[in-house]
């Protein structure tokens, strides 16, 4: 199923929380929204989700809007809702009924996708016992429950301890095969882990159409990461006038200096610091940014 967005937008008062927001997600793919608190990432899930209605564009899923499509998507909210005095069993035999499911397939069905989320020994026990991933996999188990051909999922682990958080994304990559899946977070690790694709958000725009390869490649830079001794950190001010040293960053004894050309300058710069009798402690060829740094300076300055 291949979901289409186009030139998407949804106002609400004063505030413009998603503006002409346009993308693709291709059959198969599982593509991490990603933004920071605010960019419009839970406005334009539950968009796609039919949930919420937009004031302009369309959302297509196969061709169709995805009012008529709605059988096919699977949506998690951030906090799934349940009733807590009933059991896994009997939250997915409600909600299987709700969404049409015949009794006898239900029957059939939801042992099995207790089975899959890692919940069938738990299926008589009351959701209020749950903890937080246990609760989040009875979520993606409601969301498996009628095979949807299509996942939206609006920050499906920020909620969670790191025990919760490797349940549910390990969750997340074995379903991730079977289905097209769209989620949104703020935790560019998660995406990371399980994306191929990263769609940035901010302030309610696209900025970015990437995959993690393409990201470091477009940002790496030609640097050194330098520590030396504190009794020669006066050195910083002069390798800052170097013809081909385009920028020092410091922190502490530790220096990234970023070079015209690396294969060409850091013997160099090595050379210039033998000559001025500077204590080198480590000396690391490498790229300029993580992928969580380049994430900060594009949410932050674009």
């Known amino acids: 199923?291949?979901?289409?967005?186009k030139d998407v937008t949804k106002n609400f008062?004063?505030?413009?929380?998603?503006?002409?927001?346009?993308?693709?997600?291709e059959t198969g793919q599982c593509v991490g929204l990603i933004g920071p608190n605010g960019a419009g990432k839970s406005t334009l899930i539950k968009i796609i989700a039919d949930i919420l209605y937009a004031d302009k564009g369309e959302v297509l899923l196969d061709g169709q809007k995805i009012s008529n499509m709605k059988r096919e998507i699977g949506y998690l909210p951030q906090y799934p809702d349940f009733f807590h005095w009933m059991t896994a069993k009997e939250t997915l035999f409600f909600m299987g009924q709700l969404s049409g499911i015949a009794k006898d397939k239900l029957i059939e069905e939801v042992p099995a996708i207790l089975t899959k989320v890692g919940l069938f020994n738990e299926q008589n026990e009351k959701v209020?016992?749950?903890?937080?991933?246990?609760?989040?996999?009875?979520g993606i188990a409601q969301t498996l429950l009628?095979?949807?051909s299509f996942i939206v999922m609006d920050e499906p682990v920020s909620a969670l301890d790191p025990?919760?958080?490797?349940?549910?994304?390990?969750?997340?990559?074995?379903?991730?095969?079977?289905?097209t899946i769209l989620l949104s977070t703020h935790i560019l690790g998660d995406a990371e882990e399980i994306c191929e694709r990263f769609v940035i958000m901010k302030q309610?725009?696209?900025?970015?159409?990437t995959t993690i390869?393409?990201?470091?490649?477009h940002n790496n830079k030609s640097?050194?990461?330098?520590?030396?001794?504190?009794?020669?950190?006066l050195w910083v001010q002069l390798i800052e006038k170097l013809p081909y040293v385009k920028n020092v960053e410091v922190s502490g004894k530790r220096m990234k200096v970023t070079l015209e050309n690396v294969q060409k300058n850091k013997d160099m710069l090595i050379r210039d610091a033998l000559e001025n009798k500077i204590d080198i402690v480590r000396f690391e060829v490498g790229s300029s940014d993580t992928l969580e740094e380049i994430f900060l300076k594009m949410v932050v300055s674009v």
Request: charged content about 30%; aromatic content about 2%.
């Open 1 to 5: 199923m291949k979901l289409e967005i």
């Open 13 to 25: 008062k004063t505030k413009t929380a998603v503006n002409n927001f346009s993308m693709e997600v």
């Open 128 to 138: 209020q016992t749950f903890s937080g991933g246990m609760k989040q996999r009875l």
């Open 146 to 148: 009628h095979k949807p």
């Open 163 to 179: 025990i919760g958080r490797r349940e549910v994304l390990n969750l997340i990559q074995e379903i991730k095969h079977e289905t």
């Open 204 to 209: 309610g725009k696209k900025i970015e159409d």
């Open 213 to 217: 390869d393409k990201l470091l490649t």
């Open 223 to 233: 640097v050194v990461h330098l520590e030396i001794a504190s009794e020669n950190m």
